[in-house]
């Protein structure tokens, strides 16, 4: 059962309450999934402008935190309200869990002045709200797309980051993944002039919104984590299929790191990028709670 409150010192009052959970005054309604234990959740307004909602058990929570970041332009509550789901699957388990929107994104503001370290300094302003609220000391980020990409950029240069979860995170084309990516479609004669005339017309795609460093610095950044002992998990969807498409790619893009223990990896195929079916959801959900499980135990000590 999950027990809903405001933190009304602070959520500023110009924040339509409804817009946050839409929850009128403490309420009580059924978790997803096999998490059924009771889970307290309060918004908070916090560093410049940022609103989130915390999801924590209702008792003693786990040393390590969990910080659900944006995927793309979707608000706190995740695609398919996904992050709910999640944030309240790990209360379940013992872990507090920030949701919250960076600056422009669903009820944050748009931030005071514009920073190229803007994602670290939400992301550190969001790990202290969680350590003050609920004793966090060490975190793990968890992120689709874009959110997978600021997972990624934070967690290799902050000591404070224990793991990653990476949805349809960095990864780079091979020769494999060409030789794959192209045979079938060299058999078909109405792909192969579909893309000759889209290489005459090229229009925006997705790797254009994508914010990832150079192959080679990305290698450097999971083998700096890897040394760390930061654990990783990546998921790849059939989403991704323009840039990964095969298990064998991500040490082959990312390099010999990328097969240390550390770094575990799912690719789902037949998954949609964001996840839309409820039955791939709850696949999700389950593995993201195993990995949470294996690495870091039910009460957070690794």
Known sequence: MVNLQFNQKRLDARVPEARLESAPAPTRERTPGPAQDACIETAHRFGDGLVGVITRPDGVASKIGVLLLNAGLTRHTGPFRAHVDIARMLAAQGFAVLRFDQSGLGDSELPGKASGERRHRETDAAMRLLAQEAGAERFVLCGLCSGADDAFHVGAVDPRVAGAILLDGVAYPTPGFWVRHALPRLLDFGKVLRFLMSRRNPRPSLSDFRDWPARAQAQRMVADMVARDTRLLFVFTGGAYHYFNHRAQLPASLGRA?????????????????????????????????????????????
């Open 258 to 302: 990328a097969q240390e223990k550390q770094v575990s990896l799912e690719f789902w195929r037949e998954y949609d990028h964001t996840f839309y079916l409820r039955k791939h959801r709850r696949v999700l959900l389950a593995r993201i709670a195993a990995w949470m499980r294996e690495q870091f135990g039910d009460a957070g000590t690794p």
